[in-house]
């Protein structure tokens, strides 16, 4: 079973910045692509942006190059949010998937993402 553990949401003010991180543990099957997602109250969780393991990644378009996703490692992957504005305020959940029988993360939509964290807040006052 992979566990995914989320860390580094907090509350900033409109125009600023915040990095999500995400380590991954327990995970011995195969390489594993990994995601970001966000949910805001009342709304559907939203696929935010994901990477495979062979490096590609892919945005969301209302990220409009504020966020950039990388990994730090094989099992895990860091969310670099610039110019945050109010209608950024969610949750913000780490999410993977093993990278097996053509799965890959250029599909941001919840089912094709079998591990989930907790997630973590981040509000964006103006």
């Known amino acids: 079973q992979v566990r995914l553990v989320e860390s580094g949401g907090g509350s900033v003010q409109a125009g600023g910045s915040l990095t999500l991180s995400c380590e991954a543990s327990?995970?011995?099957?195969?390489?594993?692509?990994m995601g970001w997602f966000r949910q805001a109250p009342g709304k559907e969780r939203e696929g935010v942006a994901g990477?495979?393991?062979?490096?590609?990644i892919t945005y969301a378009d209302f990220v409009k190059g504020r966020f950039t996703i990388s990994s730090d490692g094989a099992d895990s992957t860091r969310l670099e949010m610039n110019n945050l504005q109010p209608e950024d305020t969610a949750r913000y959940y780490c999410?993977?998937?093993?990278?097996?029988?053509?799965?890959?993360?250029?599909?941001?939509?919840?089912?094709?993402?079998?591990?989930w964290g907790q997630g973590t807040q981040v509000t964006i006052s103006s």
């Open positions: 990477i495979d393991p062979d490096g590609s």
């Open positions: 327990g995970n011995s099957f195969a390489k594993i692509y």
């Open positions: 999410a993977a998937g093993l990278w097996i029988m053509g799965q890959r993360a250029d599909d941001l939509s919840p089912p094709n993402f079998r591990y």
